[in-house]
T-cell receptor, first 110, second 119 residues
């Protein structure tokens, strides 16, 4: 019940395409859903986050879609660029704890 | 510039030796955390501290120890009791100490990690 399941493990997208990473959770008490971006040899950095009272949040080319009834949320990267190549982690907070997904390695082909 | 500094970036140790990883922050954050990252495993919480002179075990605390004598500093010691110490260690902080792991208004800020190799 404390897991956050992230898919796919790895993703290859052509430059200019849409990258989609999905996460699912079980605990309905989760109240905060951040996405982190990590470049090789660096620490993760907060990319975008959403609360469960909204269905979508957009920041530039990055959008979180949130489906509360399905207990799923996803990250969409529009017009994907080679500089977006990184590992992305979804996370969820509940019961005073942050749970991270296992990460998705995204590679954007030039 | 405010941020979190982890040192060293790479660390090599022989099996059986204790090793201490440094984490310093100048963000004036109350809460600090240590995570361990292994390939394909996501981030797992080792220890966290919500306030100076207080800290709690996370999900994988066995074989690790910490101290929080100053607000800015949260060093992690990997002891010889840790069975698989080779990993990428990440230190993080957040503004508010009362919410473990950050929140919408108090997200986690990470350092750039220390890669520890034990042979």
């Amino acid at each position: 019940q404390q897991q956050v399941k992230q898919s796919p493990q790895s993703l290859i997208v052509q430059k200019g395409g849409i990258s989609i990473i999905n996460c699912a959770y079980e605990n309905t008490a989760f109240d905060y859903f951040p996405w982190y971006q990590q470049f090789p040899g660096k620490g993760p950095a907060l990319l975008i986050a959403i609360r469960p009272d909204v269905s979508e949040k957009k920041e530039g080319r990055f959008t979180i879609s949130f489906n509360k009834s399905a207990k799923q949320f996803s990250l969409h990267i529009m017009d994907s660029q080679p500089g977006d190549s990184a590992t992305y982690f979804c996370a969820a907070r509940g019961d005073d704890k942050i749970i991270f997904g296992k990460g998705t390695r995204l590679h954007i082909l030039p | 510039d405010g941020g979190i500094t982890q040192s060293p970036k790479y660390l090599f140790r022989k099996e059986g030796q204790n090793v201490t990883l440094s984490c310093e922050q100048n963000l004036n954050h109350d809460a600090m955390y240590w995570y361990r990252q292994d390939p394909g495993q996501g981030l797992r919480l080792i220890y966290y501290s919500q306030i100076v002179n207080d800290f709690q075990k996370g999900d994988i605390a066995e074989g690790y120890s910490v101290s929080r004598e100053k607000k800015e500093s949260f060093p992690l010691t990997v002891t010889s009791a840790q069975k698989n110490p080779t990993a990428f260690y990440l230190c993080a902080s957040s503004i508010a100490g009362q919410v473990r792991g950050g929140s919408y208004n108090s997200p986690l800020h990470f350092g750039n990690g220390t890669r520890l190799t034990v042979t």
